[in-house]
């Protein structure tokens, strides 16, 4: 981590072929967070990357919220890596340079900055037709929005439920929500890879936003496909909601607890996850709740 709160820029060179294994994490006084990337067993490198702004100063002195993002590039060794750490690299470096701007707008013109740069990254030689998904977090006040492109997804662990707040951009999912197949067919359909929307692809992506109020207790968990996809939402709920105790005593022990288990179960993909715990009932940072406040009073 650097001295403004930055993980997983260019400065954390990777120990391994491909992004390598990543790892980082801090206990902040109103949150702690866990951040763990690995290449897993069946490929030979990592084409996940992810990264964080969260400064360890108090949030009272915070001028915008925290930015945890993921991204699973595509395109094969020397392609999907590049898109994915380009794409983390860029959204975050958006992010903490500049005047702050409504954490909606940061997000979706962050990610479409992000597309801009992949895209015309995409067009030298060896890197064409590369891509990647992304999948960002930040908390405002008393809110969190998430930011997402592809089938990169981020799940919400409250009381023991897991729910999932960002949606799928492959075929396989648009056939699930028309109801063409059954949930048992998308498992294990030849389609389930393909994406119908992500980073590098056109220059113009449409970016979904979601906003969800946050309380304390919450776990949010960010991750790539390869572990969506071995590990259930029973399962992921179950780790997330034993934070704190002996077995499960941070964050960063619960996002290494569920990138082992997808590799446990044999992911045949690269597994990241990234995973943040709000501890407190008081507002991340204190100013996005006093302009919420503000907001709502002029309302």
């Known amino acids: 981590m650097t001295d403004d709160g930055l993980v997983g820029g260019p400065d954390d060179e990777p120990e391994t072929e491909g992004n390598g294994h990543l790892a980082s994490h801090a206990v902040l006084a109103k949150l702690s967070w866990g951040l763990i990337s690995d290449p897993g067993k069946v490929r030979p490198h990592n084409e996940d990357f992810a ?22 590039g595509m395109g094969g060794h020397a392609a999907g890596e590049v898109a994915s750490r380009l794409a983390t690299e860029t959204l975050l470096s958006g992010w903490t340079t500049g005047s702050p701007a409504a954490p909606a707008a940061a997000l979706r013109n962050g990610v479409r900055a992000a597309n801009t740069v992949v895209c015309d990254t995409g067009m030298e030689s060896g890197r064409r037709g590369m891509g990647t998904t992304i999948c960002a977090l930040t908390l405002a006040g008393t809110e969190a929005l998430v930011a997402s492109v592809g089938d990169s997804r981020c799940y919400r662990v409250r009381d023991g439920e897991c729910t999932q707040l960002t949606t799928d951009h492959s075929r396989v999912a648009e056939m699930l929500r028309m109801r063409m197949i059954t949930p048992e067919q998308a498992a294990n359909h030849p389609a389930r ?10 220059l113009m992506v449409q970016v979904d936003i979601v906003k969800e109020p946050v309380r304390r207790g919450d776990t949010f968990v960010l991750c790539s496909d390869g572990l969506w996809d071995v590990v259930s939402r029973g399962d992921i709920a179950e780790v997330a909601t034993a934070i704190g105790v002996d077995a499960v005593p941070t964050a960063a022990s619960a996002a290494q607890q569920l990138v082992d288990a ?26 996005g709740g006093r302009r919420l406040l503000f907001r709502r009073g002029r309302s």
Do not use: E, F, K, Q
């Not at 997808?262 to 100013?287: K, Q």
């Open 193 to 202: 890879s393909m994406l119908t929307r992500s980073l590098g692809a056109d």
């Open 51 to 72: 990264g964080a702004y969260a400064p360890t100063t108090p949030d009272d002195s915070w001028d915008r919220g925290p930015l945890w993002v993921l991204a699973d």
């Open 262 to 287: 997808a590799i446990g179960r044999g992911t045949a993909d690269n597994v990241t996850a990234v995973v943040v715990r709000i501890t407190s009932d008081r507002p991340i940072p204190a100013a």
